[in-house]
C-alpha cells in the first residue's frame, strides 16, 4: 500500500514507539494524527510533523471515535498503528504473602488489551467505507505486542497476559476483517531503546544490551517504524505476529 494521500492513526503517537512511526508515516505522504493523553509531548510533535493532535483515553470508547473521525475527515484512513501501552510489575504474590491488587492487573488489561481492540474495532468500521485498492485492500492495522507475550518476566504477569491477549487478536482480527480488505498484523518488540529506558541507569542499560544475541543493543524506535512501514507496503502479509528483539528469549528474571 501507498500510504501517499492516505490518513493514518497512531495510538500512543507522541513519545516512543508511536512518535516514530508518526515520522516514518508523515515522511512517506500520510496525514498523520496522533493519539495520546501526554498533551504537551504530543502537540509538539504535531506542529513538528504538521500532522494532527487528539487527546484521547484508548479505553474510551467516545473520545476513541472523536480521533478516528479527526483522522478521516478529509481522506480515507488506511493505517492505523496502535502503541499507546503501560506496565506495572508486580508478582502474584508479594514477600509477605498477599495477592497482587486486582485493581493493578485490571489497569494494564484494560489499556493494553481492551484499548488495543477498542481503537481497532472503531477504525476498522471507518476504513471499511473507504474505496477500494489494488486487491480489494481498504487498509492495514498494526498492533503492539511484546517478547514478554510468549517468555514473561518474574513480575510481569499482568503484562504478559495483556499482550499475549494482542497476540491472540491477531489471526481471527485478520479473519474477522478479511471480508472488507483491511489487513491486521502484531509487533512483538524485545528491549527498545525508549523513554521508558531513558530513565534507567547505564549500568542497567549496558546488561539488557548484552542480554541480546544480535546485535547486541537495544533496538531502536526507528527500527519498529521501519517494520511498520514495511507491513504497510506488503500486501500479503496478513494476520502475522512477528518479533523485533534481535533473537533474544527471555530469562525468568
Do not use: W
Not at 5 to 32: I, N, Q
Not at 84 to 109: E, K, N, Q, T, W
Not at 172 to 195: H, K, M, Q
Amino acid at each position: 500500500m501507498d500510504v501517499s494521500g492516505a490518513a493514518a492513526l497512531v495510538s500512543g503517537g507522541a513519545s516512543g514507539l508511536g512518535a516514530a512511526t508518526a515520522r516514518a508515516l508523515g515522511a512517506a505522504g500520510a496525514s498523520v494524527t496522533i493519539l495520546d493523553v501526554a498533551d504537551e509531548a504530543g502537540e509538539a510533535l504535531a506542529a513538528e510533523l504538521g500532522a494532527r493532535y487528539v487527546h484521547a483515553d484508548v479505553t474510551d470508547p467516545d473520545e476513541v471515535a472523536v480521533a478516528v473521525d479527526v483522522a478521516a475527515e478529509d481522506r480515507p484512513l488506511r493505517v492505523v498503528v496502535n502503541c499507546a501501552g503501560v506496565g506495572d510489575a508486580g508478582r502474584i504474590l508479594d514477600r509477605a504473602g498477599s495477592p497482587l491488587p486486582l485493581d493493578r492487573y485490571r489497569r494494564v488489561v484494560e489499556i493494553n488489551l481492551v484499548g488495543t481492540f477498542n481503537v481497532l474495532r472503531l477504525a476498522a468500521a471507518r476504513m471499511a467505507e473507504a474505496p477500494e485498492l489494488d486487491d480489494g485492500e481498504r487498509g492495514v492495522i498494526v498492533n503492539t505486542a511484546s517478547v514478554a507475550a510468549f517468555e514473561g518476566q518474574i513480575g510481569q504477569i499482568a503484562y504478559s497476559a495483556s499482550k499475549g491477549g494482542v497476540v491472540g487478536m491477531t489471526v481471527p482480527a485478520a479473519r474477522d476483517l478479511a471480508s472488507v480488505g483491511i489487513r491486521v498484523n502484531t509487533i512483538a518488540p524485545g528491549i527498545i531503546d525508549t523513554p521508558l529506558l531513558a530513565g534507567l541507569n547505564e549500568d542497567y542499560r549496558r546488561r539488557l544490551a548484552e542480554g541480546v544475541p544480535f546485535p547486541r543493543r537495544l533496538g531502536r524506535p526507528e527500527e519498529f517504524a521501519e517494520l511498520v512501514m514495511a507491513i504497510v507496503r506488503i500486501g500479503y502479509l496478513n494476520g502475522a505476529t512477528i518479533r523485533l528483539d534481535g533473537a533474544l528469549r527471555m530469562a525468568p528474571r
